[in-house]
């Protein structure tokens, strides 16, 4: 695939406040990443390379490309903004727990939040529990306000301590029933933590890894998209959703600006962008 024309080298200011050479390769595999076409990809990427100007912000720069990804194709825009719209289901992590919870319930298993259950020595606090015949999946959902940061070897140790801590609880109380542990984050491991469950009862969920079951390909495969990555969700319609439990957006399906505006005390105008971009992105679901 060609790639966005070179002209006079532009900088740009990252979020830190630092400056740095805009790259638009670095532009472009952001959005062929997503599963876009090639073609769309060149399309997006020549004109936003085009369009930005040195001291132009990468805050900007990522509204910009969502908005020409956008209109030409709903699908690809919002996982563009996945990462981001993961990383605002905080700033406790609380929306995050309950994403998490609502994926595994998507996928077959009865799930609940925030479970206080018996080890051995101790009692764990479990953010999700998620079970299914006799596998019972203790999950811990480490949230990043940093989407870019990682999940280091020493979370998933502690994580492997009280997956034993549990399972030997369980076998001297007769269960018989097999646990797991889950590590699911909003951003990335290092090595060293992916390398030590090679050898453990212990599986990562990130955003890109493992390569056939992760967050990115989940939410793309079953639609199960954050309310957070609305293009026009302002903070406070977040905060009625996140008081009548709703993460996903496949949950407001069927919602008329109507009921958005009665229910969330949005303005008209909202509530009949909010319906479109709903309807664009889970509307279409069998």
């Known amino acids: 695939m060609s790639k966005a024309h070179h002209r006079e080298p532009k900088k740009i200011i990252k979020k830190t406040g630092e400056e740095e050479l805009f790259i638009p390769e670095k532009l472009c595999d952001s959005i062929l990443v997503t599963g876009a076409s090639e073609d769309l ?6 004109i936003v390379s085009e369009s930005i100007e040195s001291g132009m912000s990468s805050d900007n720069i990522f509204k910009v490309t969502r908005k020409y990804l956008s209109n030409l194709n709903p699908k690809i825009s919002a996982l563009y903004a996945l ?5 605002a289901l905080g700033p406790s992590g609380f929306l995050f727990e309950q994403y998490i919870a609502a994926l595994f319930k998507e996928m077959g298993y009865h799930v609940r939040n925030n479970v206080y259950i018996q080890g051995e020595g101790v009692e764990h606090e479990v953010d999700v529990v998620a079970e299914k015949g006799h596998v019972v999946y203790i999950i811990e959902a480490k949230y990043r306000n940093d989407y870019k940061a990682k999940t280091h070897i020493d979370t998933i140790m502690y994580a492997d301590a009280r997956l034993g801590d549990i399972r030997r609880r369980a ?3 007769g269960d018989r029933r097999e646990y797991y542990m889950w590590v699911v984050t909003n951003t990335q491991f290092t090595d060293g933590a992916i390398n030590y469950v090679a050898y453990r009862d212990v599986q990562l969920m990130g955003w890109d890894h ?5 967050l990115m390909k989940i939410v793309s495969d079953k639609k199960l998209y954050p309310v957070t990555i609305l293009p026009s969700i302002t903070h406070k319609a977040l905060k009625g959703l996140a008081n009548d439990n709703i993460v996903l957006i496949k949950s407001l399906r069927g919602y008329t600006a109507d009921t958005l505006q009665e229910k969330y ?3 008209r105008t909202l509530a009949v962008k909010l319906e479109k971009e709903i309807d664009e992105l889970v509307g279409n679901e069998d």
């Open 83 to 87: 990462d981001r719209g993961l990383s």
């Open 41 to 46: 990809t060149e399309q997006v990427c020549s």
């Open 265 to 267: 005390d949005v303005s």
């Open 210 to 214: 493992p390569k056939y079951i992760n």
């Open 171 to 173: 076998l001297k109380d």
